[in-house]
């Protein structure tokens, strides 16, 4: 079971393909909310849910590439228009 206390803000946010998401923002809930992501259609509202996380070590690491990230972000956007 993963200790999410030990994430805080500032950290790197890294995908399954080891590419640097963002830093984290602000935890809300069950979701990080990212800061220095270029990929999102909404940079201002960027976040991932707590439920992709995998490890946490200096950096958090998600279970999802960053291609599977932009895909569901780009279906959210979408479905909020």
């Known amino acids: 079971m993963l200790n999410l206390d030990k994430i805080h803000e500032g950290m790197d946010v ?3 393909d080891g ?3 963002g830093a984290v923002r ?8 990212l800061d220095g992501v270029t990929s999102s259609p909404e940079p201002d509202r960027t976040s991932v849910p707590m439920i992709w996380i995998i490890d946490i070590g200096q ?3 998600l279970a999802k590439s960053r291609e ?8 959210g956007a979408k479905s909020s228009l």
């Open 68 to 75: 599977q990230v932009e895909k569901e972000w780009q279906a």
């Open 14 to 16: 890294l995908t399954s």
């Open 59 to 61: 950096v958090v690491h």
């Open 19 to 21: 590419q640097r998401l």
């Open 26 to 33: 602000e935890i809300m809930g069950h979701m990080l909310f």
